[in-house]
């Protein structure tokens, strides 16, 4: 398994963002679209007002999300993080490796301080 750093979670936040646009295309064809024109009014509303409100709640949402990642990297706190898709979960290379079993290890942080 490749290894993934905070490029390729940038990239990943990007891709999701996506969602926003799927939307915004959903309520365009919805709102244009011949099959929909025998459908009672109050119901087009209210569809396209649930699917006008999901989309500006998706944008919200990931632009807090992308604020959240820039702050990190002006923190410098993805330096030496790790992801790998084999654990799902973040690696802190600080902490010591429990399958190691070597015993105590020495663990140096060389992060830069402030």
């Known amino acids: 398994?490749?290894?993934?750093?905070?490029?390729d979670l940038e990239q990943e936040i990007m891709e999701c963002?996506?969602?926003?646009?799927?939307i915004d295309t959903l309520y365009e064809y919805i709102g244009d679209h011949k099959f929909f024109e025998g459908m009672k009014p109050e119901h087009a509303?209210?569809?396209l007002n649930i699917m006008l409100g999901m989309s500006q709640l998706?944008?919200?949402k990931f632009?807090?999300?992308f604020r959240t990642f820039e702050e990190c990297l002006s923190l410098n706190e993805f330096r030496d993080a790790?992801?790998?898709?084999?654990?799902s979960e973040w690696k802190d290379p600080f902490e010591k490796?429990?399958?190691?079993g070597y015993g105590e290890q020495e663990i140096v942080d060389n992060r830069d301080t402030k």
């Not at 963002?17 to 799927?22: A, E, L, M």
């Not at 790790?82 to 654990?87: I, K, M, P």
């Not at 490796?97 to 190691?100: E, F, I, N, Y």
């Open 63 to 65: 632009d807090k999300l």
């Open 97 to 100: 490796d429990p399958t190691a």
């Open 58 to 60: 998706y944008e919200v």
């Open 1 to 7: 398994m490749s290894k993934k750093d905070r490029f």
């Open 17 to 22: 963002w996506n969602v926003t646009k799927d």
């Open 45 to 47: 509303d209210k569809i």
């Open 82 to 87: 790790v992801f790998s898709y084999a654990d």
